[in-house]
């Protein structure tokens, strides 16, 4: 009778009682304690504490190029001025000093791609050159009424570029970032225990996907003009493709791993995506994330809203995606 109250008790669990055999069964004092004994607790189980990590080879140490204006190469107008200093490292600086609110700036390359930007301070913003080597054209534009624009500065600077790796090394406009930000000091941590840049920017790309997820509703009513805040993105965890791809660029390039911003379509969508340069491989573009011998799918804002399987069936062989242009 004792067994089959065991066997009882077992299949109904531990939230209810056995059921009823027509009696009390007390077990004999040779079975187990007596009655009136009070019964023994187990023994608390001491939690093994997490395990530290371990410092991988690589050096994680931050690594934040900052852009100088040193006026060595200066173009002035009563309303702006363009320093070209350092247009060799592939970036240029702005500032716009008039009285105008509205103020446009256009960046055409020997690419002939145009890059318009919205100059939305009164100190010296820095914008990439990411045309190649060639003459650019720097134009300021100040707002007359609408949509409507008259021309407040044009210069042509020609541009060399020293190493075609640095301008996706130094923060600009789309991918502002500094030694002081949250999402450097995140990248460090992060990377911590790698031991190549390859467990890097897999480390990296695996807490965005992990972490941020999609703003619908901020996609569907983005304006024109919106420059990602990489350190509010982190905050809030929540962001369109272009904050995706900005963070993951920043935290990448402040470890010195050369990270381009990409923008355009993906199918009919417009959208953003990042291709980074790894040592000894080159540039890994687009849409790539390493799974242990191969690259796939790197795209941080697919890796994080679509499953693999529909995401390779819509990627395919990356046709899908068309660049237009490169920050």
Not at 91 to 96: A, D, I, L, T
Not at 175 to 193: G, P, R
Request: with cysteine; charged share 20%; glycine share 8%.
């Amino acid at each position: 009778m004792a067994a089959s109250l065991a066997l009882a008790a077992s299949l109904t669990g531990c939230a209810g009682s056995a059921p009823s055999t027509g009696g009390d069964i007390t077990p004999p004092a040779s079975q187990g304690q007596p009655a009136d004994s009070p019964s023994q607790s187990p023994a608390p189980v001491a939690e093994t504490p997490p395990a530290e990590p371990v410092k991988g080879s690589r050096d994680n140490s931050i690594r934040c190029l900052v852009p100088m204006q040193d006026g060595v190469n200066l173009i002035e107008s009563d309303v702006a001025s363009i320093d070209f200093s350092h247009s060799d490292d592939g970036y240029v600086s702005v500032k716009y000093f008039g009285q105008v609110p509205i103020i446009k700036l256009r960046v055409t390359g020997p690419d002939e791609v145009v890059y318009t930007y919205d100059l939305k301070t009164n100190d010296y913003e820095v914008f990439p050159l990411t045309g190649g080597n060639g003459d650019y054209t720097i134009a300021v534009y100040e707002n007359i009424e609408g949509t409507q624009y008259a021309v407040a500065m044009s210069e042509v600077i020609n541009v060399t570029i020293a190493d075609e790796l640095t301008p996706y090394l130094y923060p600009n406009q789309y991918v502002n970032f500094s030694e002081n930000s949250k999402c450097v000091k995140l990248a460090s941590d992060l990377v911590y225990s790698s031991n190549s840049d390859l467990e890097a920017v897999q480390a990296v790309y695996d807490y965005i996907v992990n972490n941020i997820t999609y703003d619908t509703a901020k996609a569907e009513s983005k304006p024109t003009n919106y420059v990602p805040d990489v350190d509010h993105i982190l905050d809030i965890k929540t962001g369109i493709c272009l904050d995706y791809a900005s963070l993951m660029c920043s935290m990448l390039r402040s470890q010195g791993i050369p990270t381009r911003l990409e923008i355009g379509y993906a199918a009919d969508a417009y959208h953003a995506w990042i291709s980074v340069h790894i040592d000894d491989v080159g540039w890994v573009n687009g849409i790539i994330e390493f799974t242990g011998d191969t690259w796939q799918l790197m795209d941080p804002t697919f890796g994080a809203s679509t499953n693999d399987a529909a995401l390779k069936k819509f990627i395919g062989d990356g046709t899908n995606y068309t660049l237009q242009k490169i920050y």
